[in-house]
């Protein structure tokens, strides 16, 4: 979905280094999640934040931040990356009504080496 | 939490038949269940949700189905196009907490 675009979209990281993936939305929606995607085992939610005054841990958010700059801006941070958070990691967006229907972005790749 | 299962891992039909996924969900206060397709490099875009308050749902080739009872829902595609191939994604959700399954790779052949 155009209105929701995520920076990189490839990424290729040594282990220990500090790398910043970026969400940016123009769907004027409050809520924003943060997945990451592991063949085999779904979408697994990292963070989620319903204003940027609100951030909430999700199923696996060891390993992980995320800061809410602005209403449109959601990022997430691996302070030291390691291989195993090799993954894809998508942004996605949901509007109050319906809460519950989410829209994603085209994802960022990163491989950790 | 909740728990989701997806069924198969993977999927391969001829162009023309129907195709079934079947998940199920353990947490009995999940009230709404979305369908999401998957294509190659991009994001999950939603095709079809259900509530728990409907049975069915129909969208031209796409329908769904729950069971709140046995506690599972079903995709159905019927005439499959090759440009129904990709990985499909069920999810259940109570609230603000939404468990996705493992995926199904359908591949449809032309």
């Known amino acids: 979905d155009a209105d929701v675009t995520q920076t990189p979209r490839n990424r290729i990281t040594k282990t220990g280094k500090r790398i910043m993936l970026e969400c940016s939305q123009t769907?004027?929606?409050?809520?924003m999640y943060w997945y990451r995607q592991d063949p085999g085992l779904g979408l697994r939610l990292i963070y989620y934040?319903?204003?940027?005054?609100?951030?909430n841990k999700g199923e696996i958010s060891d390993g992980y931040s995320v800061s809410r700059q602005a209403q449109a801006k959601f990022s997430l941070s691996l302070e030291s990356a390691i291989p195993n958070q090799t993954a894809l990691y998508f942004c996605?967006?949901?509007?109050?009504?319906?809460?519950?229907?989410?829209?994603f972005g085209p994802g960022t790749r990163l491989l950790v080496l | 939490g909740e728990n989701v299962e997806q069924h198969p891992s993977t999927l391969s039909v001829q162009e023309g038949d129907s195709a079934v996924i079947k998940c199920t969900y353990s947490d009995s206060a999940s009230n709404y269940f979305p369908w999401y397709k998957q294509e190659l490099g991009k994001g999950p875009q939603l095709i079809i949700d259900?509530?728990?308050?409907?049975g069915e749902k129909k969208d031209q080739r796409i329908a769904v189905t729950l069971n709140k009872t046995a506690k599972h829902f079903s995709l159905h595609i019927t005439e499959t196009q090759p440009e129904d191939s990709a990985v499909y994604f069920c999810?259940?959700?109570?609230?603000?907490?939404?468990?996705f399954g493992a995926g199904t790779r359908l591949t449809v052949k032309p």
């Open positions: 999810a259940a959700s109570r609230g603000d907490d939404m468990r």
């Open positions: 934040s319903f204003d940027v005054k609100d951030i």
């Open positions: 769907k004027g929606h409050d809520r």
């Open positions: 259900i509530r728990s308050n409907v």
């Open positions: 996605a967006t949901s509007d109050l009504r319906p809460k519950e229907t989410q829209y």
